[in-house]
């Protein structure tokens, strides 16, 4: 049987950083793993400390990017990942030691902020067929963990996990995501990591607040990718392989 043409791809991660209107630095980091017709984007706020209250524009709400033609997706899971916690309180069930949000995230193909194909977000800002839903479960509907049941407002973005949680009036009665979340989809059958361009993090509750390219993303159409390859563990391993070969080749030069 013939191997699909991404099988053996190594993940590729793109980071952004910016400043937001109340002076907020902020960062975030995306990997996009595709394997056959799997893909599996974990979404992180990576944002440091800082002095000021976390506000809803300083919050990350959405991932947008472009898939070389522009293939429709469907959605399998969102979860969050490990060391990732819901902070706040949900209004249908307790988020204690809640890990599926596939009820709170949403995905369309063709919603980005500068056009790009692809796109998840856990606010209103992305239209979804349906309502308006999360519909991270298999291609339908999650269970809605907090009111109301659409995308809306800036619940369940999420925030940075290196720093106490202090939340101005905007975030103080909804839930949010602590660190980060991982998304599966299938759809990506012969796509590439050179396929990925465009790629954006998208802030608050609306495409008017701020919104930062990947590294090379650069936004629109046609920016190019430009993230970085994550090793594989295989690799890693051949690479030390080879440096301890070279040490040993070394001291028998020496002696």
């Not at 440091?48 to 959405?62: F, W």
């Not at 606010?123 to 009111?147: E, M």
């Not at 991982?182 to 396929?195: K, Y």
């Not at 295989?234 to 040490?247: F, K, M, P, Y």
């Amino acid at each position: 049987m013939a191997a699909s043409l991404n099988a053996s791809a190594a993940p590729i991660l793109f980071q952004g950083s910016g400043v937001t209107s109340g002076g907020v630095a902020v960062s975030a980091s995306a990997s996009f793993d595709l394997v056959g017709n799997n893909l599996t984007i974990v979404l992180t706020n990576t944002s440091g400390a800082n002095a000021l209250a976390d506000v809803p524009g300083s919050t990350l709400s959405g991932l947008f990017w472009n898939f070389t033609g522009a293939p429709v997706l469907t959605t399998v899971s969102a979860m969050l990942t490990a060391g990732s916690s819901i902070l706040g309180t949900c209004s249908e069930v307790n988020c204690a030691g809640v890990t599926d949000v596939s009820g709170e995230f949403g995905y369309k193909a063709g919603s980005g902020p500068s056009g790009q194909n692809q796109g998840i977000a856990s606010s209103g800002y992305i239209s979804n067929p349906g309502g308006n839903i999360g519909n991270f479960n298999n291609g339908a509907a999650g269970t809605n963990l907090d009111d109301p049941a659409s995308l809306d407002g800036i619940n369940f973005g999420i925030i940075s996990s290196l720093a106490d949680f202090n939340p101005n009036g905007g975030l103080e009665d909804v839930p949010v995501i602590s660190n980060s979340v991982t998304f599966m989809l299938t759809g990506v059958a012969g796509l590439t990591n050179a396929d990925i361009t465009g790629v954006r993090f998208q802030y608050g509750t609306n495409f008017n607040e701020l919104s930062i390219p990947g590294d090379g993303g650069g936004g629109g159409n046609g920016g190019g990718g430009g993230g970085n390859s994550v090793p594989e563990p295989g690799s890693l391993a051949l690479l030390g392989i080879g440096l301890l070969g070279l040490a040993a080749s070394a001291r028998r030069r020496w002696r």
